[in-house]
């Protein structure tokens, strides 16, 4: 299996504050790596998918970056409804494999 | 797209965990995406469980053991998932998605929480 590694776990910030999340691949996995967003007792909400392209109706202070083992995912000025878990998963290979989370909250 | 799970909340150890996803909005026949069940473990990150094809054809997660297996009603429009020998480190919510082909979950279920205890 490919392993996903992110980093930081967890992220103290403010309102107004630039994010950035990283994802780490165990092997290279192209741009096959998709962001998602999940808020407390709701099923996770796709952001990214193929390392930077934008879901529809997703806001556009959200990016991604990133090619064959090193991503990130940028939030350029957090708003309140951006607290939430984010999680990686790549989609190079079954079976697919998320990052354990990076959590954002509030300083 | 609308996708809702149902089953049991509550199973025994070493019985079987059965769900089912019911999906509106899209035909379950289509052929153009796959439909998978991905779980998260308590305080814990998401595992991807397997895909059902509207074929019927399947693919499961190896580190489940042979202990998966799914199957699909296109006419009912529903798609179902079994896991045999459960333990209660298979307590978790389970979640159906579908997949555009590319391994990309674009539409999720609500959730179901099960949990593993006699």
């Known amino acids: 299996d490919i392993q996903m590694t992110q980093s930081p776990s967890s992220l103290s910030t403010s309102i107004g504050d630039r994010v950035t999340i990283t994802c780490r691949a165990s092997?290279?996995?192209?741009?096959?790596l998709n962001w998602y967003q999940q808020k407390p007792g709701k099923a996770p909400k796709l952001l990214i998918q193929?390392?930077?392209d934008l879901q529809a109706g997703v806001p556009s202070r959200f990016s991604g970056s990133g090619f064959g083992t090193d991503f990130t995912l940028s939030i350029s000025s957090l708003q309140p409804e951006d607290f939430a878990t984010y999680f990686c998963?790549?989609?190079?290979?079954?079976?697919?494999?998320f990052g354990q989370g990076t959590k954002l909250e509030m300083k | 797209v609308q996708l809702q799970e149902s089953g049991p909340g509550l199973v025994k150890p070493s019985q079987t965990l059965s769900l089912t996803c019911t999906v509106s909005?899209?035909?379950?026949?289509?052929?153009?995406?796959?439909w998978n069940w991905i779980r998260q473990l308590p305080g814990k990150g998401l595992e991807w469980i397997g895909y059902?094809?509207?074929?019927?054809?399947?693919y499961y997660n190896p580190s489940l053991k042979g202990r998966v297996s799914m199957s699909i009603d296109t006419s009912k429009g529903e798609f179902s998932l079994r896991l045999t020998s459960v333990t209660a480190a298979d307590t978790a919510v389970y979640y159906c998605a579908r997949d555009d082909l590319t391994g990309t979950f674009d539409y999720w279920g609500l959730g179901a929480p099960v949990t593993v205890s006699s």
């Open positions: 998963q790549q989609s190079f290979s079954t079976a697919y494999t």
């Open positions: 193929a390392a930077s």
């Open positions: 092997q290279s996995i192209n741009i096959n």
């Open positions: 059902i094809f509207h074929t019927g054809s399947s």
């Open positions: 909005g899209d035909s379950i026949s289509s052929g153009d995406c796959y």
